[in-house]
């Protein structure tokens, strides 16, 4: 498989950076974000979790003004906000702070993107938070791309959202609880939806090898984008370490997760090894995985 340059819409950060850190600093942000370029990622977007109103004040200004120094713009366009309007609810907040959830009020909202206009790239958000199709309507107006996750959205919150603008599903498959209705569940919800591409984490952890192949098959190359998930705690060695507000176990596999919860708290690899072992499935032609690992992406976010 050749690497065309992948492209990253979810990176919390490697090498033990954090993009999400109140201590963040524009050299730690530059050192994380040149190890990604460096693996054969092309392009990328710095991703910060649910976090206090002043982390999301000092940190985008901190992240533009570090990539407008060092001539990124190209590789780095902008951020994904994974958050912090999400479901609060046990299992669908995953390892996001549940008390700094937010609903997406359209005051709310504009806050938000008023901290770094034209540099929040992307949202995800829940379907089934109150007034989600009215922030969807509005961010899409501000040519923000939108993505849903961390919800337990049911079809017609999820067709709703769609009718309001958004355009994909945050790692389909996570962010909901370990135990969900049989039918009734957002995982069913997503797949339905045609207006909605799947992004997918094709670690070797966040989804067993039968969901991927059903979700690639559904989805088609066309409606499905590969991002890695990368947390701060890829680049290190195993064990345990604070991990985007977790205490975290990090496994000789490459595991990483919260001993407390079970849930898993990101990946541990970068995008190109997500790609090498969604190639190892043989689900994809080498032309449909550069639309899964880059092309669909760009759309995405430039579109």
């Known amino acids: 498989m050749r690497n065309p340059g992948w492209v990253d819409l979810q990176v919390n950060g490697c090498l033990g950076v954090d993009f999400s850190s109140p201590a963040l600093t524009g050299d730690e942000f530059l050192r994380a974000a040149g190890h990604v ?18 982390v999301y004040r000092r940190n985008l200004r901190l992240i533009r003004e570090a990539v407008e120094r060092r001539g990124l713009t190209a590789e780095i366009p902008g951020v994904h906000l994974e958050g912090p309007f999400l479901s609060a609810a046990p299992g669908a907040v995953g390892a996001h702070d549940p008390a700094l959830v937010q609903v997406p009020s359209p005051e709310a909202v504009e806050a938000l993107l008023g901290l770094a206009p034209g540099f929040i790239r992307l949202v995800t958000l829940a379907a089934d938070a109150p007034g989600a199709p009215e922030a ?24 709703a959202a769609a009718d309001a603008g958004a355009q994909a599903l ?12 049989r039918h009734e569940n957002p995982i069913w919800a997503g797949l339905a939806e045609d207006r909605l591409s799947a992004m997918i984490i094709a670690d070797g952890h966040h989804l067993p090898e039968a969901v991927i192949r059903v979700i690639c098959r559904v989805k088609g190359a066309e409606r499905t984008i590969v991002t890695s998930d990368s947390s701060p705690a890829t680049g290190c060695p195993p064990g345990r370490r604070r991990v985007l507000g977790n205490d975290a176990v990090l496994e000789p596999s490459g595991r990483l997760y919260n001993p407390a919860t079970g849930y898993l708290v990101g990946s541990a690899v970068l995008l190109p090894e997500c790609m090498r072992r969604l190639d190892s499935l043989g689900i994809f032609t080498e032309a449909e995985l550069n639309k899964v690992g880059r092309d669909n992406a760009l759309k995405l976010i430039q579109g």
Do not use: D, K, Y
């Not at 961010?139 to 959205?153: F, N, Q, T």
């Not at 945050?170 to 209705?181: D, E």
């Open 37 to 54: 370029l460096e693996s054969g990622v092309a392009v990328f977007l710095p991703t910060l979790i649910t976090s206090p109103p002043g």
């Open 136 to 159: 969807i309507r509005l961010l899409r107006s501000r040519g923000v791309a939108v993505s849903l996750g961390h919800h337990m959205a049911s079809a017609a919150q999820v067709s």
């Open 170 to 181: 945050t790692h389909l498959g996570n962010g909901v609880p370990g135990v969900l209705p």
